[in-house]
């Protein structure tokens, strides 16, 4: 990970985003947060404001239990709108403790960046001394070695990570730069522990998994072409059968909504989809054998266990399904 000179281990996405935020906030002596509409940070209550994942699966995005005052520091803006960013910067920018973002967000299914919006956020807090998060607990070692930051070229102040650095253990963990890293407890003022954290267990498993990646750089390479051949094959289908729906996909992460546009940029193209139709996709994909995540708001991944032949069988059960689905 470029960006980070400094790291500290915690034991959840969820630790990881709400101590990095109240680093932000420490580091500036500023109290506003900005996400971004269906981008999920985990669970802490900063974040359950218009939040992807389960919550936006749920149909509750806006958590019951957050309170007033606690939302009313969360800013928010629609994911790939620069426009609305600069517009919220110009009228409260100074306020403006940290920009948190999914680079690439996994959780409302995937949605890759526009072109010049992760450029833009860049460009923006470093303009009004805002902190940029990259909350890569989906991308970190994912989309390449360096995650997103490493695959767009953009260094952001601080970064979240989890899931794969644990290797399946829990674990989570947020680094960045030295002068901010510095600011937590015990060499800086600002308060963070945990029982648990760095627990030799977990950091085994999750070197081990790490070790394995480094070793075998290959590997994104082979998850890409997989995840291109599975993604078009879909599209393939999809074309041939008339069926209203798109896939979106980068790297090792894939998902097919069923849409009625032709993109999905935002929340509101994402939430435009049809869950139902999905509903019935994921049960004949079970029937041929195949486990999807069971909701249209989540991303398929690539693992590098998947062979060409798996691959193969995935679009023609999804030729099946889609066909089996025009019937009813
Ligand atoms: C899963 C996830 C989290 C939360 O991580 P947990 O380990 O479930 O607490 C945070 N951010 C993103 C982008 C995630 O996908």
Same mark, same amino acid.
């Given at each position: 990970?470029?960006?980070?000179?400094?790291?500290?281990?915690?034991?959840?996405?969820?630790?990881?985003?709400?101590?990095?935020?109240?680093?932000?906030?420490? $580091?500036?002596?500023?109290?506003?947060?900005?996400?971004?509409?269906?981008? +999920?940070?985990?669970?802490?209550?900063?974040?359950?404001?218009?939040?992807?994942?389960?919550?936006?699966?749920?149909?509750?995005?806006?958590?019951?239990?957050?309170?007033?005052?606690?939302?009313?520091?969360?800013?928010?803006?629609? +994911?790939?709108?620069?426009?609305?960013?600069? &517009?919220?910067?110009?009228?409260?920018? &100074?306020?403006?403790?940290?920009?948190?973002?999914?680079?690439?967000?996994?959780?409302?299914?995937?949605? *890759?960046?526009?072109?010049? $919006?992760?450029?833009?956020?860049?460009?923006?807090?470093?303009?009004?001394?805002?902190?940029?998060? $990259?909350?890569?607990?989906?991308?970190?070692?994912?989309?390449?070695?360096?995650?997103?930051?490493? *695959?767009?070229?953009?260094?952001?102040?601080?970064?979240?990570?989890?899931?794969?650095?644990?290797?399946?253990?829990?674990?989570? /963990?947020?680094?960045?730069?030295?002068?901010?890293?510095? %600011?937590?407890?015990?060499?800086?003022?600002?308060?963070?522990?945990?029982? *648990?954290?760095?627990?030799?267990?977990?950091?085994?498993?999750?070197?081990?998994? =790490?070790?394995?990646?480094?070793?075998?750089?290959?590997?994104?390479?082979?998850?890409?072409?997989?995840?291109?051949? *599975?993604?078009?094959?879909?599209? %393939?289908?999809? #074309?041939?059968?008339?069926?209203?729906?798109?896939?979106?996909?980068?790297?090792?992460?894939?998902? =097919?909504?069923?849409?009625?546009?032709?993109?999905?940029?935002? $929340?509101?193209?994402?939430?435009?989809?049809?869950?139902?139709?999905?509903?019935? +996709?994921?049960?004949?994909?079970?029937?041929?054998?195949?486990?999807?995540?069971?909701?249209?708001?989540?991303?398929?991944?690539?693992? #590098?266990?998947?062979?060409?032949?798996?691959?193969?069988?995935?679009?023609?059960?999804?030729?099946? /399904?889609? =066909?089996?689905?025009?019937?009813?």
């Amino acid at each position: 990970m470029p960006s980070v000179e400094s790291v500290r281990m915690v034991n959840s996405g969820t630790e990881a985003t709400m101590s990095a935020l109240r680093l932000a906030r420490a $580091f500036t002596g500023r109290e506003l947060l900005l996400k971004f509409k269906g981008n +999920y940070h985990g669970h802490a209550d900063s974040f359950l404001i218009s939040a992807g994942s389960g919550a936006m699966t749920f149909g509750v995005p806006d958590s019951p239990g957050v309170t007033k005052a606690t939302a009313k520091n969360t800013l928010m803006a629609p +994911y790939n709108d620069l426009q609305a960013v600069e &517009d919220l910067f110009a009228k409260t920018g &100074d306020k403006i403790a940290a920009v948190i973002v999914e680079p690439v967000v996994g959780n409302m299914g995937v949605v *890759l960046p526009q072109k010049g $919006f992760l450029e833009g956020l860049r460009t923006i807090t470093r303009k009004y001394g805002t902190l940029l998060i $990259f909350d890569e607990v989906i991308t970190g070692f994912r989309l390449s070695r360096g995650g997103a930051q490493q *695959l767009f070229g953009i260094t952001p102040d601080l970064t979240t990570m989890g899931k794969i650095i644990g290797g399946g253990l829990p674990v989570g /963990a947020y680094g960045g730069r030295k002068e901010i890293m510095e %600011k937590l407890s015990p060499t800086g003022p600002v308060y963070q522990a945990g029982t *648990l954290s760095g627990n030799p267990l977990a950091m085994a498993a999750g070197l081990t998994a =790490l070790n394995i990646l480094n070793d075998n750089p290959q590997i994104y390479k082979q998850l890409e072409q997989k995840a291109v051949k *599975l993604a078009e094959g879909f599209r %393939k289908n999809i #074309a041939e059968t008339n069926t209203p729906a798109l896939v979106n996909q980068i790297g090792s992460m894939l998902t =097919l909504f069923f849409n009625k546009g032709s993109q999905v940029t935002t $929340f509101a193209e994402a939430a435009a989809s049809d869950t139902e139709k999905f509903a019935e +996709y994921f049960r004949l994909s079970l029937e041929n054998g195949i486990y999807l995540a069971p909701s249209q708001f989540e991303t398929g991944f690539i693992s #590098a266990a998947h062979t060409d032949d798996d691959i193969d069988y995935a679009i023609r059960a999804n030729r099946e /399904a889609l =066909l089996k689905m025009k019937k009813i």
